[in-house]
């Protein structure tokens, strides 16, 4: 196409913008046109984005709304995975509680498209959730519910493969108690929730480990280890010696108790049969209670240490003080003799060593009726123990402090303790005359003394370890001694209360004991129920039985504790100043 030197010139130019004119005015105006639509369209889109967000908040208001166990059940597994507890740890550092992860499988029932089908499926990895209950659960309208907590690794993967729309898992927090049995009354149980229900467990809770898991503070990384005064090595010991012992006596239960005399502390403390905390279901059972601070026995004889330390810091009796035991008592239609009557004039030592129930009772009517109830009560007998086990009893006091009732409690008779109770008391008697709560907590010679209280004079305290090394040595306590230890104790065999009266051939054996006598730094109190005559033996006396079991028991914890034995001490040697 040839273009001319015309298409070029002014005029034709002219002529062409006024023939485009038309065009681009009606752009403009279509331009103009779209501008004016705009607001119209914001509108819309504001509407829009207002249904949107109301739709969502109507949304949320109906999950607030919804059904309470799918809210709560939801929330109650978070904070289930949530919660921990501190690890326990002996006075040494070993383990005795942790938290292990576990599984635990869960149900969402309203996406569950087969009610039977899960139900079947199931129940062929865990049996327990084939019954009717758990079938009306999963038929229910709840959006979260538990079917099992703490399951295996081995179930989890097997019902994971079964590939039932709606069933799910969480991990948790499980305690675990790596010892078993081996301190399970002294550690005590948390529940599938991380919640304790017994033992230091619980008296943690109480501490503040409820309040940190309540508000989401209780994480493994927050929690420091919390130590126990226990040795686990004595505890051992102790567990041991106690079970063998029945296995020999053919007791029924135990009870042993290990305390450092200076502060208190609880070194070891059991009580057979146990439980393992790993299968909280065994704590329920009854012959499993915590006997050693849950159960009040008659003590026997062992109380004639108190009723002998009372008279001698009344002040109205003396060790050269005599008393005739020539004769039984009888008053009240009651008849009070001695075991092993020696029929003849006792000084206190006597008394003491030949265990005489005869002599500790006149002691007793000397120093006065009103003055015993006082001491008891003064030392700790009379009211329940307190430490921080939850599981704790109080005793069993006479309705009416009368004369044959101050006779018969001051040899152990019509009064019921705590083997804790028992061994507390115990040990202001050998201290130095400081009566010193107890602790399962780690407390030093100074701490304790703070809260301590003198319940008799040190001079009378230093006749008491004098009379109980004497008793080790001439009386029934010499299957007591453990060479190089300066062991010194006082029996107690009590018989047995079986509907309403006392059974002669059901006794409760206990041998209250400290060592060395010296300077007494630990003592050890063991408890046989109802022990049994070894084959070609009449007695099964306390001596016979609870005594040697405390030999054995500090014969092997003395070296543990760091206790020097005096191998150049002659084993008769009743050398204790006072």
Do not use: C
């Not at 289930?80 to 326990?88: E, G, H, S, Y």
């Not at 994971?160 to 399970?184: D, K, M, Q, S």
């Amino acid at each position: 196409m040839s273009l001319a030197a015309s298409d070029f010139s002014p005029l034709a130019a002219s002529a062409r913008s006024r023939a485009q004119a038309p065009r681009v005015s009606a752009v403009v105006s279509r331009s103009m046109a779209e501008d004016a639509g705009t607001p119209g369209r914001v509108v819309v889109v504001m509407a829009v984005f207002a249904l949107l967000y109301g739709l969502i908040a109507l949304r949320l208001i109906d999950l607030g709304m919804s059904d309470e166990t799918s809210s709560s059940g939801y929330i109650g597994a978070q904070q289930a995975i949530l919660a921990a507890r501190p690890d326990l740890v002996d006075r040494n550092g070993e383990l005795l509680a942790t938290d292990i992860k576990a599984p635990s499988v869960y149900a969402e029932p309203r996406k569950i498209v087969d009610v039977d089908e899960a139900i079947d499926k199931l129940s062929s990895v865990l049996p327990e959730l084939g019954s009717d209950a758990m079938r009306k659960r999963l038929e229910s309208d709840a959006g979260f519910i538990w079917l099992k907590r703490e399951i295996t690794p081995l179930q989890r993967e097997a019902i994971h493969r079964l590939g039932i729309p709606g069933i799910g898992f969480l991990t948790e927090n499980r305690r675990f108690y790596p010892g078993g049995p081996t301190a399970g009354h002294i550690v005590g149980i948390a529940n599938v929730d991380e919640q304790g229900i017994a033992g230091l467990e619980k008296y943690l809770d109480g501490q503040g480990i409820a309040d940190l898991q309540h508000f989401g503070f209780a994480t493994d990384q927050a929690l420091k280890p919390v130590r126990l005064s226990m040795d686990l090595r004595v505890q051992h010991v102790v567990r041991d010696e106690l079970s063998k012992a029945m296995e020999r006596y053919k007791a029924i239960a135990s009870v042993g108790i290990v305390l450092d005399v200076h502060t208190g502390e609880v070194m070891a403390m059991s009580s057979l049969p146990d439980y393992d905390p790993n299968d909280p279901g065994e704590a329920l059972k009854p012959e499993n209670l915590n006997r050693a601070t849950a159960g009040v026995y008659e003590m026997g004889s062992v109380f004639k240490s108190f009723s002998i330390a009372m008279a001698l810091d009344s002040g109205k009796v003396t060790l050269d003080s005599k008393y005739d035991a020539t004769k039984p008592i009888r008053i009240g239609g009651f008849t009070i003799h001695d075991f092993h009557g020696t029929r003849r004039v006792l000084t206190v030592p006597e008394i003491f060593v030949h265990s005489s129930n005869i002599g500790t009772a006149k002691m007793t009517l000397d120093v006065g009726i009103d003055q015993q109830e006082k001491f008891f009560k003064r030392i700790g007998l009379l009211d329940k123990v307190d430490t921080e086990l939850p599981e704790v009893a109080a005793p069993l006091l006479p309705r009416k402090w009368s004369e044959i009732t101050a006779m018969t409690a001051s040899y152990g008779h019509g009064i019921s303790v705590s083997p804790m109770q028992t061994a507390v008391a115990g040990v202001a008697l050998i201290n130095g005359g400081m009566l010193i709560e107890p602790t399962f907590f780690p407390r030093t010679a100074t701490e304790a003394a703070k809260g301590a209280k003198r319940v008799i004079s040190k001079r009378v305290s230093d006749m008491m370890r004098y009379l109980f090394r004497l008793n080790a040595v001439e009386g029934s306590g010499r299957n007591a001694r453990v060479a190089g230890y300066m062991v010194g104790g006082k029996t107690g065999t009590a018989d047995k209360v079986v509907d309403g009266r006392y059974a002669h051939d059901r006794r409760r054996n206990s041998f209250l004991a400290a060592f060395p006598m010296d300077d007494p730094q630990y003592l050890v109190l063991v408890v046989l129920d109802e022990p049994k005559p070894e084959e070609g033996k009449y007695y099964a006396t306390a001596g016979m039985n609870a005594a040697p079991t405390v030999s054995k028991i500090i014969a092997r914890i003395a070296p543990m504790l760091g206790v020097v034995p005096h191998m150049s001490e002659d084993s008769d040697t009743t050398l204790v100043s006072y």
